[in-house]
């Protein structure tokens, strides 16, 4: 209930100074301080509470990149960059467009796939996939890993052996609920150490296993896996603004939502 009270404040919070001091149309796209004439301090305001808030429900940073990454491909210790505003809500909302996010069971072919289509190149693929560095997931996401791989009640084969038993001891075959740190040890660190676990074969998600199965992806998880993540905030920051600018609505081709589940 606490995370989701934090959640629902900062999410209020964001939504309403958006509404509130979004100047007229910016037909050009997003900018570097789209907000400086009309409230200068407004970056430093979010960054403040949103930090406040993280600091007191670390699960938020997963939360909110998450959110951020669903936003863009429908329609924080860590690293920092400036991030181009203006981006305005769509005035069409459709489950169904949800299909079109990465499964966290494809395999790279697909994912390589699902990322072109959005101008994604595949370094933007591995280096996004690191944001699982922070957060937590169900059972119910690894259950097919770990209990009927194959339809056979096998197992994942590209697990490692001995990461299996501890993944079962959390995850029983019908449990929906329980819930797993997506990087052990580190879950509240955003660092370097998802591709240390990646590389060990020890990946939560069949998605993240996949990275291993292509000389790309496979080599940028071993550079940041033995050289503690030498490259790795830095191209966590492009590649995150590059998403940013994914399907961009400016002026008026979109609103700032009042509530965020529905269209004005």
Not at 31 to 45: H, M, Q
Not at 81 to 106: M, Q, Y
Not at 137 to 153: D, E, P, V
Request: net charge positive.
């Amino acid at each position: 209930m606490a995370y989701q009270k934090n959640f629902s404040l900062l999410l209020f919070l964001l939504l309403h100074l958006a509404f509130i001091l979004t100047p007229n149309a910016n037909a050009d796209g997003l900018e570097l301080g789209f907000y400086k004439k009309t409230c200068p301090t407004v970056e430093t305001i979010v960054q403040k509470i949103t930090a406040a808030k993280i600091s007191s429900a670390p699960s938020l940073a997963a939360a909110l990149l998450r959110l951020h990454f669903h936003d863009c491909f429908v329609r924080i210790k860590g690293p920092y960059w400036p991030v181009p505003l203006g981006r305005r809500d769509g005035r069409v909302s459709i489950a169904n467009e949800s299909l079109t996010l990465p499964p966290f069971d494809n395999n790279i072919d697909k994912l390589k796939a699902i990322f072109a289509s959005k101008g994604l190149s595949v370094k933007d693929l591995v280096v996004l996939s690191g944001g699982h560095t922070v957060g937590i997931s169900h059972c119910s996401t690894i259950a097919s890993r770990l209990y009927n791989f194959t339809g056979k009640g096998d197992t994942d084969p590209s697990l490692d052996d001995e990461y299996v038993p501890y993944l079962k001891s959390k995850c029983k075959p019908t449990d929906t609920t329980s819930l797993l740190e997506m990087d052990p040890g580190s879950v509240k660190t955003f660092d370097e150490s998802y591709y240390t676990n990646v590389l060990k074969r020890r990946g939560l998600f069949g998605s993240d296993a996949a990275l291993l199965t292509d000389y790309e992806t496979r080599a940028y998880v071993k550079q940041q896996a033995q050289t503690q993540g030498s490259t790795f905030f830095k191209d966590f920051q492009e590649s995150m603004v590059k998403m940013g600018r994914i399907g961009v609505l400016t002026g008026s081709a979109g609103e700032i939502r009042r509530h965020c589940n529905s269209i004005n």
